[in-house]
């Protein structure tokens, strides 16, 4: 079943300003990627961490891999109502055949 | 252009008659997976496969049944759909092995489907 565990569950952002959402596991992860779904969209890939303690930044979107590579945050600078949507964590079993995702963290944004 | 192919978009059925929902990618990926997604519990793995007539069950396969006969397709079918089978379906596609760095999932636009 689900191990990886997001909080928050929403996220209610004035824009402009920085969040931030985190994805914990129960276990040690093989790897972690993020994806992010528009409101009536799929969710698309937008990153993959392997090493423990990684750090990769896309712009604003700054993403963390934890020392133990038992969590990993996502975190958005000025945020923008580009940003609107819900952001997933998935990580990977050592199988390498299962991808398994958290609930996910909606973001909605105010003008 | 590379993309994953669901079908249909959306679908209303009645409980007990079965349905097949199509998914294609065109990207030769050898891995097919189906996930479902449901308000407060993100994606939920269905079934998943890594190779032509090589499939396994993911975390909720009760009710449905997958094929893989040809790399390109694999369908999802519902014998007998119940109620509690309405949802939001996606099929998804990678190269083979996630492990590789940003190997990542293709997904389609998904199949909204309702069962009266």
């Known amino acids: 079943g689900q191990q990886v565990m997001q909080i928050p569950q929403y996220q209610h952002v004035q824009e402009g300003e920085d969040f931030t959402t985190y994805c914990n596991s129960s276990?040690?992860?093989?790897?972690i990627q993020w994806y992010k779904q528009r409101p009536g969209g799929h969710p698309v890939f937008l990153i993959q961490l392997v090493k423990s303690g990684e750090v990769k930044k896309q712009k604003r979107l700054t993403f963390q891999f934890g020392e133990a590579k038992k969590n990993s945050s996502l975190h958005i600078t000025a945020t923008q109502t580009t940003d609107v949507g819900t952001y997933f964590c998935?990580?990977?079993?050592?199988?390498?055949?299962?991808?398994?995702f958290g609930a996910g963290t909606t973001v909605t944004v105010r003008a | 252009e590379a993309q994953v192919t669901q079908n249909p978009r959306y679908l209303i059925t009645v409980t007990g008659k079965k349905l097949t929902v199509t998914c294609s990618q065109n990207m030769n990926h050898e891995y097919m997976s189906w996930y479902r997604q449901d308000p407060g519990l993100g994606l939920r793995q269905i079934y998943y496969?890594?190779?032509?007539?090589?499939?396994d069950k993911g975390d909720v396969p009760e009710g449905y049944k997958v094929s893989r006969k040809e790399k390109r397709n694999f369908p999802l079918i519902l014998e007998s759909p119940s109620p509690n089978q309405t949802s939001l379906y996606f099929c998804a596609s990678s190269l083979w092995s996630l492990s590789r760095t940003n190997e990542k999932l293709f997904f389609g636009s998904g199949t909204q489907l309702s069962v009266l």
């Open positions: 276990t040690t992860l093989s790897n």
């Open positions: 998935a990580e990977l079993f050592s199988n390498d055949y299962k991808l398994s």
């Open positions: 496969s890594m190779n032509v007539e090589v499939t």
